[in-house]
């Protein structure tokens, strides 16, 4: 047979085609890496909501007059905490009563929650509610 006859691809044309391949695959990969970035994050900062509610409602729960609504800075003792708010997680909570001025017997509550990302870049939740005294 006669070479020129022969059909394929030559190897150009392969090399064209797997540059081009490979091009692709790796915007492919460099897409889900930033999904999954995303994803990973969109879930922490869930968690953190839900742990910052969750000191929220207890404090609202124990009442206006309870100990527990003293005015000042709190921290978790537990720190680090997991979205449970048990030890050995990887979300610092603190939280802070204040007194509102000038609306009397009301007491504000910020519910905060930090952690780090994947970058080392620190994150935070804040949550605020209001408690007022109903005993009157």
């Known amino acids: 047979t006669d070479l020129k006859q022969q059909k394929g691809f030559t190897l150009i044309e392969i090399i064209?085609?797997?540059?081009?391949l490979l091009v692709?695959?790796?915007?492919f990969a460099q897409v889900v890496s930033r999904i999954l970035n995303q994803n990973f994050h969109s879930h922490k900062q869930t968690?953190?909501?839900?742990?910052?509610?969750n000191k929220i409602e207890f404090l609202l729960n124990d009442?206006?007059?309870?100990?527990?609504m003293a005015e000042g800075t709190y921290t978790n003792p537990l720190n680090p905490v997991n979205e449970t708010g048990d030890s050995s997680g990887v979300f610092t909570q603190t939280w802070d009563i204040d007194?509102?001025?000038?609306?009397?017997?009301?007491?504000l509550i910020t519910s905060i929650v930090t952690w780090?990302?994947?970058q080392?870049?620190?994150?935070?939740?804040?949550?605020?509610?209001?408690?007022?005294?109903?005993?009157?």
């Open 16 to 20: 064209i085609a797997s540059t081009i």
């Open 63 to 68: 009442g206006y007059t309870s100990s527990n």
């Open 47 to 53: 968690q953190a909501v839900i742990l910052a509610q």
């Open 116 to 118: 780090e990302d994947f």
């Open 99 to 107: 007194d509102v001025n000038p609306i009397e017997k009301a007491k």
């Open 120 to 136: 080392g870049d620190v994150k935070q939740v804040t949550l605020t509610a209001v408690c007022i005294d109903e005993s009157n």
């Open 24 to 27: 692709g695959v790796a915007m």
